[in-house]
Nanobody, 131 residues
């Protein structure tokens, strides 16, 4: 059973870059055909797909966040990371990493997403953007 765990700072100042890491155990992030996503849920709102990196290393992004988002991976550590630049208080949310067996990017639906499209989830980490 694949397990995911998010880590990173819980508080980020406005205009700074939010950086989160997802550590994967019980399976490799390079195994066919896994897609490793970052998803967030602001207070009182639904789940928003931010982007993903594939088993082969290709990255896909929500068009509304693409200019501020970078997703990368470290295969030696079996981790993938999220960087979101120029954050504002509107980026305050619970951030999740998740795995799917298909590339949900091509469905063109980024909000709200269906939790059932993803077969493994991290527990989520609260990130607050505040000065």
């Amino acid at each position: 059973q694949v397990q995911l765990q998010e880590s990173g700072p819980g508080l980020v100042k406005p205009s700074q870059t939010l950086s989160l890491t997802c550590t994967v155990s019980g399976g490799s992030i390079t195994t066919n055909y896994g897609y490793w996503s970052w998803i967030r849920q602001p207070p009182g709102k639904g789940l928003e797909w931010m982007g993903a990196i594939s088993y082969s290393g290709s990255a896909y992004y929500n068009p509304s966040l693409k200019m501020r988002t970078d997703i990368s991976r470290d295969t030696s550590k079996n981790q993938f990371t999220l960087q979101l630049s120029s954050v504002t208080p509107e980026d305050t949310a619970v951030y999740y990493c998740a795995r799917s067996s298909s590339n949900t990017y091509y469905r063109g639906i980024y909000y709200p997403i269906d939790r059932d499209d993803y077969n493994s989830w991290g527990q989520g980490t609260q990130v607050t953007v505040s000065s």
